[in-house]
Structure formats: C-alpha cells, structure tokens
Nanobody, 121 residues
C-alpha cells in the first residue's frame, strides 16, 4: 500500500509561482515512478509531468519550460515547481505513483487526494 499526501496549492496571480509537494509512504516498488496530473472543471485529467527514481522525466507540452519536476529519493517526496503560471493552469493537481514511467504516465497505481491551484488573471 502507498499513501500520497500533496501540499503547496493555493491562489496565485498570473505570472506567479507555486511549489507543490507530494510525500509518499509505503512500498518503494510502487513509487519508483511518480508524477503530477491535473484536472480542470469540465475537462479530463491529464498528465503534467512524471519522474523516475533514476531521474528520467516526462512533461506535457503545455508546461515545458515553465514547470519542473524533481524528487528526493531519501524522503520519497516529489516536487512540482510551477513558474509563469497562467489562468489555464487552474486545476486540481494530483500526485500519482506507479512502478514504471509508462505506467505512471497512463494508469497510475496510486493517487493522492489532490490540491487546488487557482491562477487569477
């Protein structure tokens, strides 16, 4: 079993930044790959970024150059630094975990409860 606890969401003006954190507990097998998804009202949940314990990363085109995913393996924590935020980045952001990059990018094994990010114009 894995528990994922997100923090760091909030309200920010366009152009601002937020850092999201996700602390994982439980099996490290299932947290070899971790990622962030987001879901805006009326839209499907989409992958934002993912990272493996070895440091390989994957980003959605819409956030490349603005968001950075990183992890601290010793703390089993993944971070999402969001810069140059836009109103269209407004969504609930979910942490996800799975044994592989492919799996976390398509069908994660575990989900966090989500944290709201709201970007005002």
């Amino acid at each position: 079993q894995v528990q994922l606890v997100e923090s760091g969401g909030g309200l920010v003006q366009a152009g601002g930044s937020l850092r999201l954190s996700c602390a994982a507990s439980g099996s490290t097998f299932f947290t070899n790959a971790m990622g962030w998804y987001r879901q805006a009202p009326g839209k499907e949940r989409e992958l934002v970024a993912a990272i493996t314990s070895g440091g390989s990363t994957n980003y959605a085109d819409s956030v490349k150059g603005r968001f950075t995913i990183a992890r601290d393996n010793a703390k089993n924590t993944v971070y999402l630094q969001t810069n140059s935020l836009k109103p269209e980045d407004t969504a609930v952001y979910y942490c996800a975990a799975a044994p592989t990059m492919v799996r976390v990018s398509r069908a994660p094994s575990y989900w966090g409860q989500g944290t709201q990010v709201t970007v005002s114009s």
